[in-house]
């Protein structure tokens, strides 16, 4: 009809078949080759050890972050007060160093503390010190404030450093004819003077003696790892030709 030529529908059915068998027979349909199981074991072997190793390299940064910071946050915690301590040793003539070196043992820079017995701030005084302070100084106001409420004064850092500086200028003042006087000072300070002179005595005419003859003459234990501990930091400061001896059992009386 009008010319038009019709399939037979058995036909069609059959090129259609053909051309889609012919599908995937070009050239840009080249059909992929089945993985090689040791090449995708090889390379997810690669991937989890690049996962490994860029944590690995996370957590040592982060482990390094925080040591740092943990060693810049100590410096300043300790050095934060070290123009107080200069000033104040300036004033009673000591070392700074030496200052420095028992807050470190006393409170490590805790201006908050409060001792056993009652010692108040970052050198520890007691209050009975700190109203003898304050009698020396000829000031009403501040004997007064140590009468009523020592706590508040002594536990500021400026206030408890020149109190400590007062009194071991005074422990000072006894040994200042001694080589080493340190370590006297540093046994008055925690045991007492009056203990320290007991551990200072020698026979008539005998020569004084020497720091380590002192310590090893200190018969509370306590009181002598004290001293060795404030040594050993304390001529750590000066430098390393300086050194003390080992602590060593207290000699019976």
């Known amino acids: ?53 860029k944590r690995l390299f996370a957590a040592i940064l982060i482990v390094l972050t925080i040591a740092l910071g943990g060693y810049l946050f100590n410096h300043y915690w300790i050095h934060r007060f070290d123009s107080l301590i200069a000033r104040q040793a300036a004033v009673y003539r000591l070392d ?13 820079f805790r201006p908050w503390k409060t001792g056993q017995a009652g010692e108040i ?5 007691t209050p009975a010190v700190g109203r003898e302070w304050a009698a020396e100084t000829g000031m009403r106001e501040l004997e007064r404030q140590m009468a009523q409420d020592p706590a508040s004064l002594l536990r500021d850092p400026e206030r408890s450093i020149q109190v400590g500086c007062w009194y071991l200028e005074k422990l000072h003042e006894q040994y200042r004819d001694i080589a080493d006087p340190e370590p006297r000072m540093i046994a008055g300070y925690n045991a007492g003077p009056s203990r320290a002179a007991e551990w200072n005595k020698v026979s008539e005419g005998a020569k004084p003696l020497s720091a380590e003859e002192f310590i090893n003459k200190i018969d509370i234990p306590s009181t002598r790892a004290y001293v060795v501990s404030i040594m050993e930091r304390y001529r750590k400061l000066k430098g390393p030709a300086q050194s003390v001896t080992q602590l060593q059992p207290a000699r019976p009386r």
Request: charged letters at 25%; glycine letters at 10%.
């Open 96 to 108: 700074p160093d030496l200052i420095w070196s028992i807050i470190h043992e006393e409170t490590y």
């Open 1 to 53: 009809m009008f010319g038009r030529k019709f399939l037979d529908p058995t036909k069609t059915k059959e090129l259609e078949g053909k051309a889609w068998g012919n599908r995937g027979k070009g050239k840009g349909n080249v059909r992929t080759p089945p993985l090689n199981p040791d090449l995708h074991r090889s390379s997810f072997y690669l991937t989890f050890v690049s996962f490994f190793m």
């Open 121 to 125: 701030g970052l050198m520890q005084i």
